[in-house]
């Protein structure tokens, strides 16, 4: 009998009362791991010793039992915590027997299973109780699940509830034109069982080795260096012909070289730290690190445009700009498309490609993406939403969206002629947000409005179809119409026989969703709605000749500043069909203007290649300064930065010029004030218009 055995069976007796502790676990369920420990083992090595001297190849097994389980141990372990124990002693026995192990190392044997089923003691089993007291209480009820009745009975006063109900409804919906009908339906039941199944033990089997310190290093030793072939190599096979290693050029390793990815990407870095070398004061003043001093008593208010750099590159110097856009979130990135050569004729500009370039105030020697279209740009815009993708509007009536995070040209969306046929340019591109008075709601909350040559306004959803609906087409328009007065025509002009007008210009009412104004070519300004389909709201002439601009204020949202072909810009309100102010400078056409986002009172218009600073704080009849450019070249766009520090300027010879703004006087407290203050004292030469414009209530409307 084991220690554990006799401990088992030890009991605890004080006058004449049992009080052995009891087991910690309850021998009905006992431990599924193994109850063996080194004393069973040295008693049954002990006992083996004493029925046997020597150990015989032939295998067996020794059975042990006790009251709660039974286990069975091989003779291999007895043999293998005998020889343990048998160290000390081993002088003793060795005349005795000798006893051999290591022939027992290369056997396998069959893992007995690892459930134990526990046996039951029948000196365990009680008698059982010939009296059992069960208190019965009553707990708090509560509802783990309800499902409330939907139906009731007739007879019942709920029932008769619901019928006048019924009948309430009946009578409500018993019109002309709506019928109702009663049907009844059962719902099918559907029986559910749990369902159980076993699974299958999985044969074990145990097998002995020898593992010491020197084989393990040798293990890892092999693993980590190149293993030997599993296989013999046959004597009889020629040995294979080991591939010749060609001598490339170093001219074709470069060209391998150049053609990844990361090493544009590293060239692309590079570039720009050294173009810091040759940039770096223009960089810094472009960041605003390097300003002027507002409060030096020897600033002098000269309104002047410094040159920090141009964007120009040799195969640009016949192409004519024709848009320019900043990012709305990246102020460095500036996008320019390319229309044709000046030099082309109007009908072979459809066939001439086109050009799209991202330049980056980090570098403004190179272009950081360069994109190559088959018909001319004609208009571009960022996303605000997702600045990475910008809009192109083309020549031949197609509109895409492009990723330019991506080097090669990656178009997101495509227009097809199913949606929009039309063959004529789109003059202008642009995103809008989404408002409620609007077809559907894109999923980034912008949607793209275009217009081209034949008179359509179209909006674009931006989804996987990308389809153009037409939201409006205008005419030519005749008879009177309020705004300036129109030239008398020439007897000996050509009639057009189209008998819509060329939309030039698009833009968003900045305070009134879902309206936008109209800029066309015959100098009207449309004031336009997204759910007025059929015609405009409100027509009135602002220029003799095609519109070039029309922005409006950033500070005051019913003023509206527009340029055109009859030499002139004009400042207009809305609710006058009259203009405020009226500028001009020379007899050329102003191409461009744009607003400071600094200065209420201060824009910019580009007349040939002149670019004219105004300030109508201080004067109307002449630019606080001209800055000239090259000789002979017409500035076609110019447009301030998001911070009012720079202007951008750009030519017909492909050329980009970025100014830094000096000597500007600092931004008034009361922006709006301020404006308003000014256009009265400009407009007391006017009495009359004056008057009308006070009377509009504009400044209590603006505050």
Known sequence: MTILQKRDRLRIYYEGEDLTPRFLVNPLYSSLEDKRTAFDVISLAQLENSRSTSVNHVRTSYVISSPLFSSIYSLDEIIDAKCNDSIISFTKESNKAS????????????VPSQFHLPQLDSQAITSPMDRVTIVLKETETFFIFELPQLTADTTSTEGQLVAEENER???VLATSKRKTMNTETQTPQIYTKTRGTCVGRQERKNHATIVNNWIMFDTLQNKNSNTEKLYKENRFKFDEPKPKEQCRDPDDELGIIASKDSYEEASRIILHILANKYYGKEQKRFVGLLRQDPCDPDLELVYGLELLWQHTRDDLCTRRVSAITWNSIN???LAVGYMSPTKLRHCQEEMAPGIVIIWCAKNPAEPDRYYEFSSPVTDLDWSRTRPNLLAIG?????????DVSKKQLTIIRQSDRKSVSSYEPHWQVTWWPITSESFEIASDGEQLYVCNQD?????????????????????????????????DQCLSHKVSIAQSTAVL???????QPGIYFVGTEEGYVHRCSTS???????????HNGPIHGLEFSPFCEKILLTCGADWTARIWTEGLNEPLLTFSTSMACVTSVSWSPRNSTIFASAVNNEICIWDIRRKTCRPASVTCISQGAIIQKIQFTSNGEQIVAAD???IVYVYNTMGIPLAPFDQVQTFINAIDKALLIKPEILKRFKNLGFINVLE
């Open 652 to 654: 017909d010879n492909g």
């Open 331 to 333: 102020n460095s990135l």
């Open 99 to 110: 006893i051999k192990t290591f022939d027992v190392i290369e056997d396998t044997e069959d």
């Open 455 to 487: 008179g359509c306004i179209y909006n674009f959803i931006p989804d996987e179809h990308f389809i153009g609906r037409q939201l409006l087409r205008l005419w030519r328009t005749e008879g009177k119409v309020p705004g300036i007065q129109q030239l």
């Open 532 to 542: 007025h389909h059929q015609s405009q709201l409100e027509t009135f002439r602002a």
């Open 169 to 171: 409804y009946k009578q």
């Open 394 to 402: 083309f020549y031949d009536g197609i509109v895409r969206i492009i």
């Open 505 to 511: 210009l698009l833009r968003c009412h900045p305070s």
